[in-house]
């Protein structure tokens, strides 16, 4: 079966502890995203991956960082989060220009 | 700057009537549109599609009409279902890659 799959998927943290949200895909996909999605500016791209190694900024970067090692993970990391960090964050891949598939999500609270 | 935008948060229908949601688009380059659907406590899942050679996609109850003059699109669902309430998002993609850009989503509610 098709899998993105994401963890945690509920997570409260402190400010200033490093944290990762891990992203894993089975489809062999090349292209995979984090979003993050906020009442009222629906889904923004913080930073995407063309394929192993090759990462590039989104929309929204700023307080991430991401990682291309291997082509079915891509975890998005929180070096020292902030409360307007608080989000709901969705992994995506897509193969070339087909649709994308997405995680189930993973709910963040900052405090 | 929003290139995507769905300016509509809400929409309720009665059962059995046609759900329009509306979608508008700034970046001429966009030349690929989706929709999403999506429940709460899920990720969205890919609905339907629409190249920029086409005017109308139709799958099911569900249609997508493209109008690239006037940067616009819609989605159609008919007849509408319970089942169908969620937030509705729409996306666009340029030729050059494969990154999308959403819009804000629109909340549909179908009441029985």
């Known amino acids: 079966e098709a899998q993105v799959t994401q963890n945690p998927r509920y997570l409260i943290t402190v400010t200033g502890k490093k944290l990762t949200v891990t992203c894993s895909q089975n489809?062999?996909?090349?292209?995979m995203s984090w979003y993050r999605q906020d009442p009222g500016l629906g889904l923004r791209q913080i930073y995407y991956?063309?394929?192993?190694?090759?990462?590039d900024k989104g929309d929204v970067p700023e307080g991430y960082k991401v990682s291309r090692k291997e082509k079915r993970n891509f975890p998005l990391i929180l070096e020292s989060p902030s409360p307007n960090q608080t989000s709901l964050y969705f992994c995506a891949t897509s193969r070339g220009n087909t649709e994308a598939f997405f995680g189930q999500g993973t709910r963040l609270t900052v405090v | 700057d929003q290139q995507v935008k769905q300016n509509s948060p809400s929409l309720s229908v009665q059962e059995g009537r046609i759900s329009i949601l509306n979608c508008d688009y700034t970046n001429s380059m966009f030349d690929y549109f989706l929709w999403y659907k999506k429940y709460p406590a899920e990720g969205p899942t890919f609905l339907i599609s629409i190249s920029s050679i086409k005017d109308k996609n139709e799958d099911g109850r569900f249609t997508v009409f493209l109008n690239k003059s006037a940067k616009h699109l819609s989605l159609h669902i008919v007849p509408s279902q319970p089942g169908d309430s969620a937030v509705y998002f729409c996306a666009a993609r340029g030729s050059s890659g494969s990154r999308l850009t959403f819009g804000e989503g629109t909340q549909l509610t179908v009441n029985p």
């Open positions: 489809m062999n996909h090349e292209y």
């Open positions: 991956s063309m394929n192993v190694e090759v990462t």
